[in-house]
């Protein structure tokens, strides 16, 4: 059995560590550097770190900031925000990423996972997906809709279909987040994560929501996930990763033991 994976998320706007709710009203609250290192020293599993305004400004991921957060960690980091092709991909792992999370621009251009693949391995490929609830409908058979451009464009895609189109083009793995949750701290969207989870045949990471130890119990058992995303949790010290760590443990979960 693996071990169930926490991994911190670092959304950056400006060269800055941001958050928000539900992908609106963010503020400023660090220097993603320093963050990552912290992080890193605490005993996170993996860091995540995501440009979150390179696809809707159209321009370029700040490879300046990715290049000092892979030289600061020695663990698994994925890199996502403004990638549109290959070239980009190359430049982010070039400056030291080990993985590479495409969204908006794959939604697009489904080819570009297969491209990525091709090209560096499934295992460095990870679909950012951004889903939000909208009942069954027409076109969204399982009632959760992709959107991009950070939460801004509604694409008429049902998630489910998405997610096992992107495993067969060749993605590695899933970063789900749960745009009605995001932010919240009033825990994961358990019936969306499981619904992924049992649906595709690679790793799914659950993101939005954490906001107690037991939201990230809830998601890994319930909600079927290998991995949970946290953020706000342990960036304004509710919790430290030693903390819930020990709780994921002492009820049974499988967990890199660091604390």
């Not at 071990?3 to 911190?8: A, E, F, G, M, N």
């Not at 990715?66 to 290959?86: C, D, H, K, L, Q």
């Not at 049902?158 to 992107?166: K, S």
């Amino acid at each position: 059995m693996l071990s169930k994976r926490i991994i911190v998320c670092l959304d950056v706007r400006d060269g800055k560590t941001t958050k928000g709710i539900q992908f609106k009203d963010n503020v400023d609250i660090g220097d993603p550097v320093e963050m990552a290192r912290l992080y890193y020293e605490t005993g996170v599993d993996e860091i995540v770190f995501y440009d979150i305004t390179a696809s809707y400004e159209k321009r370029e991921i700040m490879i300046d900031v990715v290049r000092r957060v892979a030289e600061t960690i020695f663990i698994p980091f994925s890199v996502g925000g403004g990638i549109r092709n290959v070239e980009d991909m190359r430049a982010v792992l070039l400056a030291g990423a080990e993985k590479i999370s495409v969204n908006s621009a794959a939604v697009r251009d489904p080819s570009l996972i297969s491209k990525g693949a091709e090209a560096f391995g499934s295992q460095c490929i990870v679909l950012g997906m951004d889903v939000k609830h909208v009942g069954p409908r027409p076109g969204i058979p399982s009632g959760y809709e992709i959107v991009i451009n950070g939460g801004r464009t509604d694409m008429g895609m049902d998630a489910l279909e998405w997610a096992r189109e992107a495993e067969r083009l060749g993605a590695g793995e899933i970063c789900l987040n749960a745009i009605d949750a995001d932010g919240t701290r009033d825990g994961y969207e358990l019936r969306l994560t499981a619904l992924i989870s049992e649906n595709v045949g690679i790793p799914v990471i659950a993101s939005g929501g954490a906001g107690k130890p037991e939201h990230l119990y809830d998601v890994l058992t319930k909600g079927k996930a290998d991995a949970a995303l946290i953020a706000s949790m342990v960036h304004y010290g509710t919790y430290t990763l030693g903390q819930i760590k020990a709780y994921l443990a002492n009820r049974g979960l499988k967990i890199r033991q660091t604390w």
